[in-house]
């Protein structure tokens, strides 16, 4: 592995055959989490290309020339030709796995697959999901001292990460950016010691053994599991959705309202979520409709207020969508409405769905007892039906599902485990 700066980029990384190239920043949370990833792959592919790493705000220009806007960004070049898919964000190891084999003859991608040794780490605690639930648990355990890991699939934050904004979390005047909100809880779980095995594959999961095997090849053992996975937005079902997803149809108004500046969006749902993130789509758009299948809004009474009196809402009550195509630009929502059976074409340049949730159980969804409707269930030490196994947050049996009772339940399991394993 090898830093570098701009004046050295023509040589050592365009007239260098097979290069990986790091843009990486300080202060950057995604960029540690990547760190690892990447020098555990430079010792596993080093024979075959260099692993460079390029410091970002030092080489501001160069960046900007080849189009790198966010930080850490991986660039794949051969004989001084990009190749393979930029990676950014949270990247996982798999995704650079694949880019790297890309690169390489099949041949050689086996006998490179054959040196891959296997690791295993003990810990205490594992914590499975890093958003407010198991953050808070996170930061309990460790200020017990009691060894403790948390893993995700994903970067540290949860939803709050990509909520646009927060109002109702104690302790702030004003509303904070959630992720911000959600940046600070996870800076302040990592500062006491919690260990972070983020961005990863979680292979599997056996919670009698209490052993989580991540990235294929690392198995990580503990003497408890918390499980806080959250939940994952519901999808309508309808025919074109999965299709247009990340190419006109949003699940997160934080991450894609912007785009819709001055054009006109249809938002599906009428609850709670759906009118909040509307109230907040509103800022960018023209026109935005709402298409709900009761004849009410379900939200709080306070956001329906807000939403039933923004001049740029309109809500078609009644009405489920059937289809999404696309027409060039417009995506065309036909809808039914569930009384007369009429259906309508709306067309929009963009479509959001915010249609409720569904708990991330995957993994374990037969081993634990649920509710009826899928979330585990817990007593009030948030333990499940699996001896050891706790569950916090969204994924669990309860009426509300916020980030106070996300912390909440995080902060319950972990004072019963300290006092368990006092
Ligand atoms: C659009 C929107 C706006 C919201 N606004 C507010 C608000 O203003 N105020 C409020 O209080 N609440 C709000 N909420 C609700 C709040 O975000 C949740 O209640 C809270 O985030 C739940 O926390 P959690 O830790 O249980 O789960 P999550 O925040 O969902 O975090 C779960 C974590 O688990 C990870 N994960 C999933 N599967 C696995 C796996 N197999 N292995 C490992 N990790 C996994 C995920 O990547 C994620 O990081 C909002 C929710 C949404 C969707």
Redesign the pocket.
């Known amino acids: 592995m090898k830093e570098i700066n701009s004046s050295e980029f023509e040589k050592e990384v365009l007239q260098s055959g097979r290069v990986i190239l790091d843009f990486y920043s300080t202060e950057c949370p995604p960029c540690e989490a990547l760190a690892t990833k990447f020098e555990d792959l430079s010792h596993l592919y080093g024979n075959d290309m260099k692993f460079m790493k390029i410091y970002r705000q030092g080489n501001r220009e160069l960046a900007e020339k080849l189009g790198v806007k966010s930080s850490p960004t991986l660039l794949f070049y051969n004989d001084g030709q990009e190749v393979a898919t930029r990676l950014t964000g949270g990247i996982k190891r798999s995704e650079i796995i694949r880019n790297l084999d890309s690169m390489l003859t099949a041949g050689r991608v086996e006998e490179i697959r054959s040196q891959i040794k296997t690791s295993v780490s003990e810990f205490d605690v594992i914590i499975?999901?890093?958003?407010?639930?198991?953050?808070t648990a996170g930061l309990y355990l460790c200020q017990s001292k009691i060894n403790t890991v948390l893993?995700?699939?994903?970067?540290?934050?949860?939803?709050?990460?990509?909520?646009h904004?927060?109002?109702?979390?104690p302790g702030f005047i004003e509303p904070q950016a959630?992720y911000m909100l959600s940046h600070n809880m996870s800076e302040q779980t990592k500062l006491c010691g919690t260990i972070y095995k983020v961005a990863v594959d979680?292979t599997s999961?056996d919670l009698e053994k209490k052993e989580v095997v991540i990235d294929e090849y690392e198995t990580v053992r503990a003497k408890r599991i918390i499980i806080?996975?959250?939940?994952?937005?519901n999808l309508t079902g309808a025919p074109g959705e999965k299709e247009f997803k990340g190419r006109g149809i949003s699940y997160?108004?934080?991450c894609d309202a912007k785009y819709y500046n001055d054009k006109d969006v249809i938002v599906i749902g009428g609850g709670?979520?759906a009118v909040?993130?509307s109230e907040y789509i509103t800022r960018f758009v023209r026109k935005l409709t709402m298409v709900h299948q009761f004849d009410k809004l379900t939200a709080n009474k306070q956001a329906q207020d807000k939403v039933l009196s923004n001049p740029k809402i309109n809500i078609v009550f009644d009405t489920e969508p059937r289809t999404f195509i696309k027409e060039g630009d417009r995506i065309i929502t036909e809808v039914e409405n569930v009384k007369t059976g009429q259906r309508q074409k709306l067309s929009a340049d963009g479509v959001f769905i915010?249609i409720g949730?569904k708990p991330?159980i995957?993994?374990f969804r037969d081993k634990l007892e649920l509710d009826q409707w899928g979330y585990i269930k817990t007593n009030e030490d948030m333990l499940t039906s699996v001896p050891g196994v706790y569950a916090?947050?969204?994924?669990i049996s309860k009426k509300y599902?916020?980030?106070?009772?996300?912390v909440a339940?995080?902060t319950i399991a972990a004072m019963a485990i300290a006092k368990e394993m006092d």
């Open positions: 499975l999901g890093a958003g407010p639930g198991g953050l893993i995700d699939i994903a970067l540290p934050g949860g939803h709050v990460s990509t909520t904004e927060v109002s109702n979390y959630g979680v999961v806080a996975t959250g939940t994952t937005p997160c108004a934080t709670n979520s909040e993130e915010f949730m991330n995957s993994l916090v947050g969204d994924v599902r916020q980030i106070t009772t996300a339940d995080g």
